[in-house]
């Protein structure tokens, strides 16, 4: 049974960045998307990125000047940063693993990390 | 690709049927997938690929479709279906979700 867990900073400022990791256990990283997703408080659900390991990166255009996704895949974890924030990227963000060989859906997330941007 | 979910709230009945619509603005070729999510939790994939099942989810509900519209249907309404339905189009980046369809079980 895969299991994500979300870690970071609860609280970010203004013009900072904000930065979280995934940890997965209970299974391999290899042959599966790993994806960052966002609800703000009371909306709907947005996707900010992807990666394949030993594949690419993948970024929502409406976000990619500001995100960077990464991986340490010797300690099954992957990163977000998100650069230059403002009140509206104040949300939960989810880490979630698709399936792209089976399903192609989100069959994995991790339990969400509440971020507030403010000062 | 935007995914329309009309309407974002509804009201059923325990017992009743419910049909909740999603549609795309282009051809999303079967990479349409349906999601619960309750308050405070992450969603949970309940129909992959419009039509097939995840485990574990039980038979009342299903999903139809092909194209550009979809639905998913749950049958025999039970008060733990109260909840916010998402629609998700896989086929191409960035993946899109639909805006949510809050079901209330009276």
């Known amino acids: 049974q895969v299991q994500l867990r979300e870690s970071g900073p609860g609280l970010v400022k203004p013009s900072e960045t904000l930065s979280l990791t995934c940890t997965v256990s209970g299974g391999s990283m290899n042959g599966a998307y790993w994806s960052w997703i966002r609800q703000p408080p009371g909306k709907g659900l947005e996707w ?25 895949t010797s300690k099954k974890q992957f990163s977000l940063e998100l650069s230059s924030v403002t009140a509206a990227d104040t949300a939960v963000y989810y880490c979630a693993r698709q399936d792209y060989h089976g399903s192609g859906s989100y069959d994995y997330w991790g339990q969400g990390a509440l971020v507030t941007v403010s000062s | 690709i935007q995914l329309t979910q009309s309407p974002s709230s509804l009201s059923a009945s325990v017992g009743d049927r419910v049909t909740i619509p999603c549609r795309a603005s282009q051809n999303v070729r079967g990479f349409l997938n349906w999601y619960q999510q309750k308050p405070g939790n ?49 086929y191409t980046t960035p993946h899109t979700f639909g805006q949510g369809t809050k079901l209330d079980i009276k």
């Open chain 1, 48 to 72: 900010i990125g992807h990666f394949y390991i030993g594949g690419s990166t993948t970024y929502n255009p409406s976000l990619k000047s500001r995100v960077t996704i990464s991986a340490d």
């Open chain 2, 42 to 90: 992450a969603p949970q994939v309940l129909i992959y690929l419009v039509s097939s099942l995840q485990s574990g989810v039980p038979s009342r509900f299903s999903g139809n479709g092909s194209g550009t519209d979809f639905t998913l249907t749950i049958t025999s309404l039970q008060f733990e279906d109260s909840a916010t339905y998402y629609c998700q189009q896989s």
